[in-house]
């Protein structure tokens, strides 16, 4: 069992950033593939990004957030990160950790089936 618990979601203008963090329960954490998530009102949950330790460790975006979010986790706090810059209307949404005890590679880090640990989540706001 792995529990999850995001923070630092909120409410900043078009072209403000905002960092979000999640805080993994078990040590194990680094051994597994953790990835963000996001829900807009009305839409389905789509992937954003995803990490892996295998392989020396790689990171996938979604093309909407390239370039303007970037992961990382630190493995002794067992906690991942997602800086957001550049925020946009459209990234509005409740955004969630998730952690994958499957191994997977490439963008099929991206498959929302694949995780079976979900946070909470927390809400971002972009204001026009």
């Known amino acids: 069992q792995v529990h999850l618990v995001e923070s630092g979601g909120g409410l900043v203008q078009t072209g403000g950033s905002l960092r979000l963090s999640c805080a993994a329960s078990?040590?194990?954490?680094?051994?597994?593939?953790m990835g963000w998530f996001r829900q807009a009102p009305g839409k389905e949950r789509e992937f954003v990004v995803a990490?892996?330790?295998?392989?020396?460790?790689?990171?996938y975006y979604a093309d909407s957030v390239k370039d303007r979010f970037t992961i990382s986790r630190d493995n002794a706090k067992n906690t991942v990160y997602l800086q957001m810059n550049s925020l946009k209307p459209e990234d509005t949404a409740v955004y969630y950790c998730?952690?994958?005890?499957?191994?997977?590679?490439?963008?099929?880090?991206?498959?929302?089936?694949?995780?079976?640990?979900w946070g909470q989540g927390t809400q971002v706001t972009v204001s026009s």
């Open positions: 990490t892996t330790n295998w392989s020396g460790g790689s990171t």
């Open positions: 078990r040590s194990t954490f680094s051994s597994y593939a």
């Open positions: 998730a952690v994958s005890t499957f191994y997977c590679s490439g963008y099929g880090c991206s498959k929302i089936n694949l995780y079976d640990y």
